[in-house]
């Protein structure tokens, strides 16, 4: 084999898909890493020199023999190339693949490529979706044969919620037509502010000129109102006389039962996500009987599941972010422990990946250290000095299991890391809000104290620098992503430069001529990005 075969079967392994190479009878002729590792955990034969079309042929699948019709129609010469998604469930663990197949010639042969692309998060995702969607339905249909309301309220309702296309869409149509049903004067719908603990009404709407609450409700300090009550018991709560309530004269303005005499606040829930709640106003007293908390009960499901599939659509097509600023106070943290270690600011510059795959976290210290400065401290993870100025000391931190690492599972970009004073201050970046909510369940479960200072959503640009990185990534190879991500984080584009290429070079373990190659070749593609 040339030395050009083994270049191609070197890359080949790299790649994280299972790629096959088979001739015009099937047999398979070369395969890469990733196939002979899934294939070794599905049986124990070899894989050079078999058959793939006669295995897939006497499989009684549809899906193989899809797979096999197509894969013969590309080495027939019939068509190109061939693709179909199919799946491969186990007993432990559901999964789905893409499969390509694409035909090329080589010293007069036919050949054709097969590559298989795992894409259940994907899968997992549009069922998701589409399961949101029929449970939506289904609770609009389960909703109608509720006993039936004045006017026609549960399919008004229904109608309002399922047709909606934002969530604003939904509590204002909600609300416009409880209010505008007997004998209800008034209703609205309240969110959590996370960082003040304050529940305000986003939506109403009202008969005549009922008063709403002013200023909404501070959740620890408005314990008695209603809807204080259902968001923390996540259970309806219902005042049947407002006149004869010890709380009244503090829940709302004096002379308020001339407009309404009866309350019931619902939480809106769907699974172990709360939405909101719901506060709806009667003009006569013990308006809540059994029948209308059934109907009102079921109108709150189907409005809370209509934000479900709101929520899950808009993961699947938003360009907006869940921004999240916290402070982490833990001495455990790593970062806070090489900052108390060495009685400085460190600060977080970003991530990149080693040869096997290893996260590698670029940290700054904004002191100079000594050489043997990390070594001396008996810190357990693999800390490497890349460089030191008079501004301060750059680091490489192998990790698996560190604060970075665990974000940027659960989908989150890191803005901003400063740790000082014992104090992490920590922004990030998630998908959208169930990310943020795990991402700081997260943070909760792992660190001493966490103190959520922000929250909020806001828009991406309509292209982001995930998309540029995503179109980068696959045209960079791993060793010059590695050193266009290690010259940009270590401020060797800076002048003057913080690091040396022969610094960054060492620390890539190759010669300083390789590492400008590698270098100026991921420069021109991301020239090529801006200016193509």
């Known amino acids: 084999m040339g030395p050009g075969h083994e270049l191609a079967a070197t890359a080949l392994d ?67 190339s061939f693709s179909m998604e199919y799946p491969c469930h186990t007993p432990d663990q559901k999964r789905w693949f893409l499969m390509r197949v694409t035909r090329f010639p080589h010293d007069g042969q036919r050949l054709a490529s097969l590559v298989h692309l795992e894409i259940t998060e994907r899968k997992l995702a549009e069922l998701a979706a589409e399961a949101n969607a029929e449970q939506v339905q289904k609770e609009r249909q389960a909703v109608e044969h509720v006993l039936e309301r004045v006017d026609g309220l549960v399919r008004t309702v229904t109608d309002a919620a399922v047709g909606a296309e934002t969530r604003a869409e939904i509590e204002r149509d909600v609300c416009q037509r409880l209010a505008a049903t007997d004998p209800y004067v008034l209703a609205w719908i309240g969110r959590v502010d996370v960082t003040n603990r304050r529940l305000s009404p986003r939506e109403w709407a009202s008969d005549d000129d009922v008063p709403l609450e002013d200023n909404g409700l501070v959740l620890d300090a408005d314990g008695a109102h209603p809807a204080v009550q259902a968001l923390e018991r996540d259970d309806t709560q219902v005042i049947t006389d407002v006149t004869a309530h010890d709380a009244a004269d503090r829940l709302w303005p004096r002379g308020a039962s001339d407009h309404f005499q009866s309350v019931a606040a619902l939480p809106l ?13 009667a003009d006569e007293p013990d308006a809540f009987d059994e029948r209308e908390l059934l109907v009102l009960d079921s109108l709150s499901g189907t409005v809370a599941t209509a934000m479900n599939a709101l929520e899950v659509r808009r993961m699947l097509t938003t360009e907006a972010v869940i921004a999240v600023d916290v402070a982490i106070e833990d001495p455990s943290l790593f970062v806070t422990a090489l900052s108390a270690t060495f009685d400085a600011t460190v600060s977080y510059r970003g991530l990149t990946e080693a040869d096997d795959g290893t996260p590698l976290v670029v940290l700054h210290v904004d002191r100079p250290l000594e050489d043997n400065a990390v070594d001396e401290t008996g810190i357990a993870h693999d800390v490497t000095i890349l460089s030191t100025t008079d501004d301060g000391t750059l680091l490489e931190v192998a990790t698996t299991d560190g604060l970075v690492t665990a974000l940027s599972e659960h989908g989150a970009v890191i803005r901003e890391l400063i740790v000082t004073d014992g104090v992490a201050d920590l922004a990030v970046d998630l998908p959208d809000g169930r990310s943020a909510r795990s991402a700081y369940d997260l943070l909760e479960r792992r660190y001493d104290r966490v103190e959520l200072l922000s929250y909020y959503e806001r828009d991406e640009p309509a292209q982001t620098p995930h998309d540029v990185t995503a179109r980068l990534e696959s045209s960079l190879t791993d060793r010059q992503l590695m050193a266009l991500r290690k010259a940009y984080y270590a401020n060797y584009f800076e002048w003057p430069r913080d690091i040396s290429g022969e610094e960054l070079a060492e620390s890539m373990d190759i010669s300083r001529s390789t590492f400008h190659q590698h270098l100026r070749a991921a420069q021109r593609k991301v020239l090529a990005e801006l200016f193509d």
């Open 14 to 80: 790299t790649l994280p898909i299972t790629v096959a190479i088979i001739d015009d009878k099937g047999e398979i002729l070369l395969t890469n890493q990733s196939w002979n590792e899934f294939e070794s955990a599905e049986r124990d034969d070899e894989h050079i020199g078999a058959n793939y079309l006669a295995a897939a042929a006497t499989t009684d699948d549809e899906y193989a023999q899809q797979a096999v019709d197509g894969i013969e129609a590309v080495l027939a010469g019939d068509r190109d």
């Open 269 to 281: 829930t769907y699974g172990d996500v709360t939405y909101g709640v719901l506060v709806v106003f």
